[in-house]
Structure formats: structure tokens, C-alpha cells
């Protein structure tokens, strides 16, 4: 567009902006900047300067920090004014208009100091006007999703600290952040986004290297965004004002501090537009605007290097209060990163999801229903029975995709973990390396979120007491670094996620001796005869824990059981595995899906049960020889050469049935702590079936873990074999009492 | 009378009579009783019941409500009248609880018939009085008057009450990680 053509578009945006309508002053800026790479001449400098400096006032009305917008947006279209009359004149062969152009300039200036306002008194970080804007909750999403993936990068960016890519893309990061903050009026997070990409930005053209001070500065910013974002929300307290303002601070002090002197890197990034020179940012409350305004001569960027990029002398000694603009052609890159990125993804609500899936679930329960109907199964016409092996096939593939809905890979809980041993290592004077392995492994989304706690807790564990000092370690003969591995992988229809440290493993003895002093733990036989793999459950049994000093990081002995009651409530198993002076390794074990199981449709009596394939080691019809009755009643079975107590479901399920104990069928079940047989009347088969709740008021019952729909619509009683041993146990237990109690 | 006035009259009651003044009646023995229209959502003949252990003794069971499954409470045994066969009459009227935690989730009520939907003016019902000891006062609503005779109106979060207030609330926690997860 010609420059004529530019500045008469601009002079029409700057009539019709009010200093409240943030689209016409976006509007605004943009064509301030394009006119402004127009000026690219070194005659134009006192213009563009102008023009510099009205950008920046406009950037301060829409980011909230001008002392009197009505003025300054009125400087604002007085610059622009004195822009077109200098462009009238130029094209008519007269002077510019010169003492104006001072006095624009001049009055420019003096408005662009920020109004931080006089000293308000530490406090909390405020936003006032942000969280009431209506889209608060995406803006807030958004960001996160940003934040994580500037840390990812900033791991990273540790082990080879010259990738450009990397730096791009937390370059990228804060850029964005700070572009929705900025919407939401969220103005403390835009600052200190700012400030942020201003460094990275340095970082990418060369001007500072990436040293782990600066990385941790970083980081540091990612944290109080973090913390930040959740004061927006409600959920956690703001940084103080210092406390903002001291990072800002130190932003600032790793950009200017170590900036090389002036060789224009040629921009690795695609940067198509010329971009004007971006104006540093200082602290909002170090102002001295109308001295810091003078721009050298040289300052405007001669025409080539805008087109390449950013001149470094103009950035480096312009020392003004405004916001460093971003050119409209920057945005739109970044936005159509975005866009390309959401050709790719939608979002959804996830109620909407939620009864997606659900509508197909019944939609295979109502399916069953029909197929096995007597009356349809007793139809002969091939022609209905294509269609409806049709209706089955394509029923089964819907059930298949809207299932995947759900899955979620598990790879940002892993990432996150990266974080963590970093920090925890750094915090215990230890040397740590998380290794990561199946991140595209997939899992149920509410399984994922639900194993994000017990991850955190094993890793610390792992950092904390796994792995030992650098000097320790070498003193062994390992090396000095200690390796934490986190692998996710697929096993027989569950998924596994296994823990493995290469540090100094359990130590039985110790646990065996806590676990006797809190009682929680008797010595039945010998200390060395309890084999390992009890003596390493006992580290999930409640109140225990060998940590000599409760530290903030674990020791508190809550841990453990927690970790294990958490993982058992979403239908999983945790085990250990350890090796003296090599290490240990926590394997957990979740099924795919929380709404499907696996299960083994049995009948008892009338009734019929779901017992969760999980759970079965075998089934079998004992001989006469295989059962023993136990004076009492309690039935035994030998089983490969040990005996497993028989339980009668129908006493533990109070199902009237009446059975010679000789024709059940016995199924052997197994649990965390036992191992039992179930009498059964009848096996039916194994099926895949939906688990429902059984409605709130029937959740207590023990030995029952939901309700499934069979295909003849009757709903089924899923069995909880841990509930069941337990609730046969207190039931024997209380019979013999009981029968005592008769006989005497 | 004149007879366009009677309907007058008549027109000008049912309109003055609001959607919480409409009662769903039905029977347990001799006497009748009333739901609130509010709470009532749907009305099914009798199906098939799992029976779940360890419930009390009016805890049917549950069953299967297109997909979803929800329990099942006896009425008759609720109330500790003797327990009758089922017939053909005999209905499970699906109601909607509210738990004081704050939760809302449906149970059936079986019946052993249902007549049914009548208006009943505020002025027309009486705070209960003590029935003797077969029916807990906190689950009458009040005793409704209607064309010469008498429909307890039961308070259906009371009677929908399976087990104590704690017992609820961990219900409540426990199903919403269910939900959650499911």
C-alpha cells in the first residue's frame, strides 16, 4: 500500500478512536507502525521518532498505564496530524514543518512517563478490571497451556543452551501471554510478560547468552505467572507488588547488564515485515521520561536493517518508559502459528464430550438389548441379519473413537515431572536426570489427572531418599549424576507406569524396624524370614515413614498410603521392587479406562455378578478330593499344592440360594493382601462391560464397586474382591463367635 | 346455578392453582398418598430389581433406567406395612431427591398404584398431625383435603433419605469421583 494511501488510513483511525475502544486503538497502532516503516528514510527522523513515540501512547491507553488517556490519545492525534501535514508538505516540495514537529515531539514525550502513579504501599498484585472480563477462564487456559510449553523449552534449553529454536519458542510463549493477558486487562502479567520476551528476545538475536542464571530467572517469571494466574482465578494468593516488581527488576538487569555492544544479528526468525525499533522496557517506577526521550540521530533504523530486524543501537540507548511495540506483522505470525495450530485441534466442551460418550454407551447397551432379544434371534432372514451384524460392527467402531475421545497421552504429566526433579534436586544439593519413555502412551484423561499426585510424591521419594549425594554416589563407583527413569508402556490390556532410580534402594531392615516401633507391624516368625516383598508393602501401610526429619519434601509419613489408596481407587495396583545399593522401582498398574472393565459374568443363585478379570488367577471345577471342610463350616481347597479358603458369595451378598457345596464351580481370585476361591453356581463368560455407579446413597456397600448393565438390560453387581475377603473375614469371624456363644 | 358462572368458577380455580399445588396420588393398602408433581419424573411399570447387600430392609435393590441405574425403595416397607405380592398395578414412581449436601439424584418408589395428578390448594392442606407411630412426621408434607377425603403428602427428600445424613455426604463424595471418573 503506498505511504499516501497508509497515512490517510491512519488519519481516519486516529479521528474516529476514543481512548476506551480498544479494537480502534489496536487499529491505531498498527498503522502508526506501518507508516512508520515508511518513513524508513534518515531525513524522516524527527517523523518517525513522532511516530515512535505516539505508538507508545498508544500502547500505554490500551495497556491501562497512561496518567490522563484523554490526553494523551489526543497527543496522539495531533502526532498524527503533524505526520500527514510533513508527508502533505514533502509531497509538495515544501519545508517540513519543523518547530511542530518539536513540539509534538516535545509534548510526546513528556506524556509518554508512564503513570505509575505515586508509591502505593506493598501489597498483593491487583487486577483491577481483569478477571470480570467474560473470556477470563480461556485467557487463563491459554496461558497455562503457554507456560508449560516455555518450561518444556527452558528444560531443554538447559542441556544445549544455543538452540535458537527453543529460545523461539518461550520467545514465542510470553509473546502470547502477554497478548492475551493484555485482552483480559490482566496488566501485572503483561508486564511482567513483557519483560520476559524482552530478554528471550535478546537472548535470540545474540545480545545475552543463555546462562543458568538467566534460565532461572526465568523459570522464576513462569512461576509467579503461574501464581499470578491463580490469583486471577481465586484459587491462591498474588505475589506482593516487591515482589513482581524485584523480578521485573532482575529481568531487566540479565537483559541490559549483559547485552553485547551493537552487531545486528540478521534475525533467524521469519520476520517477514520490517519491524520498527522496538523500545526497551524499564521498570514502571524508574522514570525520567522527557530526558531519557532523546533520540540520537542514528537512532532511526536506515532501511535495510528494519527489514532485517532489530538495530541494536536504538534499542540499546533509547531509554523510554513505553511498551515494546509489536509490529501487526510479528502478530499476525504468531496468530497464524496459532491458527495453523488450530486447523489441527478443536475444543470442546468437555460436558458436552462427556455425554457424547455416554449417549454411545447406552447406545451399545440398547444394541445388545435388540441382538439378543428371543424374538430377533429367532429371525431367519439373511438379509436382517446382514443389517444388524452391520448395525453391530459400526456400533462397536463409534464405541471405539468416542472411547479415544477420552484419552489424553501422557506426556504433559511427564514433562511436568522434568520441572519437579529439577527443582527437587537442586534443592537437595543432588545431581538428577529424569529420563522419560512412552510419552505417547495414552490414557483415560481422568485416570491421567488422577495419577498426576502419586506421580509427584514417588519422584520426590526417588530424589529425596532414592538417590544419593553426588559424593556418595561416586564413592560407590556411580556416576555422579543419579538417573530417575519414567516409563509408560502397555501390559496385558492394563497400562504400566514404572518409577525405576538408579540410587541406593531399600533398606529392609530399617523399614522392618520403623514398621515394628509404630506398631504397625508384629513379627510373627524370625526377621528374615518375612520376605522382601512384605517388608516393602510396609512402606504403604499408614504412619509410616523412615525420614529422620520431616522435610517439606515428603517424611511426613502421609505419603505412601495415600499414593496407594489413590492408585486402588482408580481400579489400579502399585508394587515395589528393590535392589540394595542399585535402586528401586514403583510399577503401577491402570487399566485403560475407568467406565470399562474386563469381567467374568458369573452366576450365584438367581442372581448374577461381574468379577473383574483383573482379579481371577483361574477358575475350576474341584474334585471331591480338592475340598476340605474345616470343623466350623469354612470350606478349604487345595489349589497347586496350597490351601485357599472357599468363600460362599451368596452368605457375603446375603443371596438366598441353597447349593450342594459339591457342584459350585470355584474361582480363585486374588487381591493386594490375599488370595481366595469363589463358589460360583455357573460361569457365564467373560464380557466387556460399562461400569455404572449404583446411585449415591448405595455407594458404601462393601464388596460392591458399581453396577453393570448386561445385554438383557438386568443390571449386574460388580464385585470388589479386596471388599468381599474382607466383609467374608468379619463374617466368619462374627459367626464363630456367635456359634460360641450358642454352644455355651 | 347458572351454569357458565359454575364453569367460571371452576376455570378460575385451575388457573389459580400452580404447578406446586399439583399432587401425583397413589396407594399403599387402604390409604392414599401424594407427591408433590414437582419431584415426580417418570412412572414405570415394575422391572426387573438387583438386589444389593447389606441395604436395609426397604432397599430394594436397583435397576436399570435407560442406561442409567438407580435404586430402588419400597414404600410399604419404608412405612413397616406388611409386604404384599406385586400385580399388575403395581408401579415404581421415579422421583427426584434433594440431598442436603446439595446433590440431586433419582430413586423409584414402588407403590402399589397410582391414581392421579390433582390440585390441591395451599388452603386445603393441614400441617400433619401425629398418625400414630407408623409414619414419621418428618416425612408428611402436610394432610391434603380433597373431594371428602384425606391424601398424606410425603416429603420426598425425607422418604428418599437411604441411611443417616454422614452416610450421605460420603455418598456424595464418593459418587462425584465416580462421576468424575466414569
Known amino acids: 500500500m503506498a505511504l499516501r494511501d497508509q497515512i490517510e488510513d491512519l488519519c481516519k483511525a486516529a479521528v474516529l478512536v476514543d481512548a476506551d475502544d480498544l479494537p480502534g486503538l489496536a487499529a491505531v497502532h498498527e498503522r502508526l507502525q506501518s507508516v512508520e516503516s515508511g518513513f524508513a528514510d534518515a531525513r524522516y527522523a524527527s517523523i518517525q521518532e513522532c511516530l515512535a513515540k505516539a505508538t507508545r501512547l498508544v500502547e500505554q491507553i490500551v495497556l491501562a498505564e497512561a496518567s490522563d488517556p484523554q490526553q494523551s490519545l489526543e497527543l496522539v492525534k495531533k502526532a498524527v496530524e503533524f505526520v500527514a501535514n510533513s508527508f502533505e508538505a514533502e509531497a509538495r516540495g515544501l519545508p517540513l514543518p519543523a518547530p511542530e514537529s518539536a513540539t509534538a515531539t516535545g509534548e510526546v514525550a513528556a506524556t509518554s512517563a508512564p503513570g505509575a502513579g505515586g508509591e502505593t504501599p506493598d501489597g498483593p498484585v491487583t487486577f483491577p478490571g481483569g478477571g470480570e472480563v467474560e473470556n477470563v477462564a480461556e485467557i487463563l487456559a491459554e496461558s497455562r497451556e503457554h507456560i508449560q510449553l516455555a518450561e518444556n523449552a527452558l528444560l531443554e534449553l538447559e542441556k544445549s543452551p544455543t538452540d535458537k529454536e527453543l529460545i523461539n519458542t518461550v ?449 475350576f471345577q474341584p474334585g471331591e478330593t480338592e475340598i476340605h471342610t474345616v470343623a466350623g463350616g469354612g470350606g478349604m481347597a487345595s489349589v497347586r499344592g496350597g490351601l485357599l479358603p472357599i468363600v460362599r458369595l451368596e452368605q457375603v451378598l446375603q443371596n438366598a440360594t441353597r447349593r450342594d457345596e459339591r457342584d459350585a464351580l470355584l474361582i480363585v481370585v486374588e487381591s493386594q493382601e490375599a488370595r481366595a476361591c469363589f463358589a460360583v453356581d455357573e460361569i457365564i463368560g467373560q464380557q466387556q462391560v460399562v461400569i455404572k455407579s449404583l446411585g449415591r446413597c448405595i455407594q458404601s456397600v462393601r464388596g460392591v464397586s458399581g453396577g453393570a448393565i448386561l445385554g438383557d438390560g438386568r443390571v449386574a453387581l460388580i464385585l470388589d474382591v479386596a471388599g468381599i475377603l474382607a466383609q467374608a473375614e468379619a463374617g466368619t469371624s462374627s459367626m464363630n463367635t456367635q456359634k460360641e456363644c450358642q454352644t455355651a | 346455578m347458572n351454569p357458565s358462572h359454575q364453569d367460571n368458577q371452576r376455570t378460575a380455580t385451575r388457573a389459580a392453582v400452580g404447578n406446586d399445588e399439583k399432587f401425583l396420588t397413589f396407594c399403599l393398602g387402604h390409604e392414599e398418598y401424594g407427591f408433590p408433581i414437582l419431584v415426580v419424573r417418570e412412572i414405570i411399570g415394575v422391572i426387573d430389581i438387583t438386589p444389593v447387600p447389606t441395604m436395609p430392609e426397604y432397599v430394594k435393590g436397583v435397576m436399570n433406567l435407560r442406561g442409567r441405574i438407580i435404586p430402588v425403595v419400597e414404600l410399604r416397607s419404608k412405612f413397616r406395612m406388611p409386604g404384599v405380592e406385586y400385580t399388575a398395578e403395581t408401579c415404581i414412581i421415579v422421583v427426584e431427591v434433594s440431598n442436603p449436601a446439595g446433590g440431586v439424584y433419582q430413586i423409584g418408589a414402588v407403590v402399589d398404584n397410582v391414581r392421579e395428578v390433582i390440585d390441591i390448594p395451599r388452603q386445603n392442606i393441614q400441617p400433619p398431625a401425629a398418625l400414630g407411630a407408623a409414619i414419621p412426621l418428618n416425612f408428611i408434607l402436610g394432610l391434603g383435603k380433597v373431594k371428602g377425603k384425606v391424601v398424606i403428602l410425603l416429603d420426598i427428600n425425607s422418604v428418599g433419605m437411604l441411611g443417616d445424613p454422614a452416610l450421605q455426604q460420603a455418598a456424595t463424595n464418593v459418587e462425584t469421583t465416580m462421576a468424575r471418573a466414569a
Request: aromatic share 2%; net charge neutral.
Open chain 1, 171 to 619: 520467545f514465542r510463549s510470553f509473546h502470547t501471554i502477554k497478548s492475551v493477558a493484555g485482552l483480559g486487562n490482566l496488566t501485572p502479567m503483561v508486564s511482567l510478560a513483557h519483560s520476559a520476551e524482552y530478554l528471550l528476545d535478546a537472548a535470540r538475536s545474540n545480545k545475552v547468552q543463555i546462562s543458568s542464571d538467566n534460565l532461572g530467572v526465568i523459570l522464576r517469571s513462569c512461576d509467579q505467572m503461574t501464581q499470578m494466574m491463580r490469583a486471577v482465578e481465586g484459587t491462591g494468593p498474588a505475589p506482593l507488588k516487591s515482589q513482581l516488581a524485584a523480578l521485573i527488576g532482575e529481568l531487566e538487569r540479565a537483559t541490559t547488564g549483559e547485552a553485547a555492544p551493537a552487531q545486528v544479528a540478521a534475525r533467524t526468525v521469519q520476520q517477514p515485515a520490517p519491524r520498527p525499533a522496538p523500545i526497551p522496557d524499564t521498570p514502571p517506577n524508574a522514570m525520567n521520561a522527557a530526558a531519557e526521550l532523546n533520540v540520537t540521530p542514528e537512532a532511526p533504523a536506515p532501511a535495510t536493517e528494519v527489514e532485517e530486524g532489530l538495530p541494536s543501537d536504538a534499542r540499546v540507548t533509547q531509554r523510554p518508559s513505553a511498551q515494546e511495540p509489536v509490529p501487526a506483522q510479528a502478530e499476525a505470525t504468531v496468530t497464524g502459528g496459532t491458527a495453523k495450530r488450530a486447523e489441527q485441534t478443536v475444543k470442546v466442551s468437555t460436558t458436552r464430550m462427556d455425554s457424547l460418550v455416554d449417549l454411545v454407551g447406552e447406545l451399545v447397551i440398547a444394541q445388545q438389548m435388540v441382538v439378543q432379544d428371543p424374538v430377533v434371534k429367532g429371525i431367519r432372514e439373511p438379509r436382517l441379519n446382514r443389517s444388524l451384524t452391520m448395525v453391530g460392527k459400526i456400533i462397536r467402531d463409534l464405541q471405539e473413537v468416542s472411547m479415544s475421545l477420552r484419552m489424553v497421552p501422557v506426556k504433559a504429566t511427564f514433562q511436568k515431572m522434568a520441572r519437579l526433579v529439577r527443582d527437587t534436586a537442586a534443592k537437595c544439593g543432588k545431581q538428577i536426570e529424569l529420563v522419560t519413555e512412552g510419552d505417547d502412551v495414552e490414557l483415560d484423561r481422568n485416570v491421567v489427572e488422577a495419577i498426576a499426585d502419586p506421580l509427584v510424591h514417588m519422584i520426590r521419594n526417588a530424589c529425596d531418599h532414592g538417590i544419593e549425594m553426588p559424593e556418595v554416589r561416586t564413592a560407590s563407583g556411580k556416576s555422579k549424576t543419579g538417573m530417575i527413569s519414567l516409563r509408560a508402556f502397555h501390559s496385558g490390556g492394563s497400562i504400566l507406569i514404572q518409577i525405576s532410580d538408579d540410587g541406593k534402594g531399600l533398606d529392609r531392615n530399617r523399614i522392618l524396624g520403623k514398621a515394628i516401633e509404630r506398631n504397625i507391624f508384629t513379627l510373627d516368625r524370625p526377621a528374615n524370614e518375612v520376605p522382601d516383598h512384605e517388608v516393602y508393602n510396609l512402606i504403604f501401610l499408614p504412619g509410616f515413614s523412615t525420614a529422620e526429619a520431616v522435610t517439606d519434601l515428603s517424611g511426613r509419613g502421609v505419603g505412601m498410603d495415600v499414593v496407594r489408596r489413590n492408585i486402588e481407587a482408580l481400579r489400579g495396583k502399585v508394587e515395589i521392587d528393590s535392589t540394595p545399593g542399585q535402586g528401586t522401582t514403583f510399577t503401577m498398574r491402570l487399566p485403560l479406562t475407568l467406565a470399562i472393565i474386563d469381567g467374568m459374568v458369573v452366576r450365584v443363585g438367581q442372581q448374577r455378578y461381574v468379577i473383574p478379570t483383573l482379579s481371577i488367577e483361574r477358575s
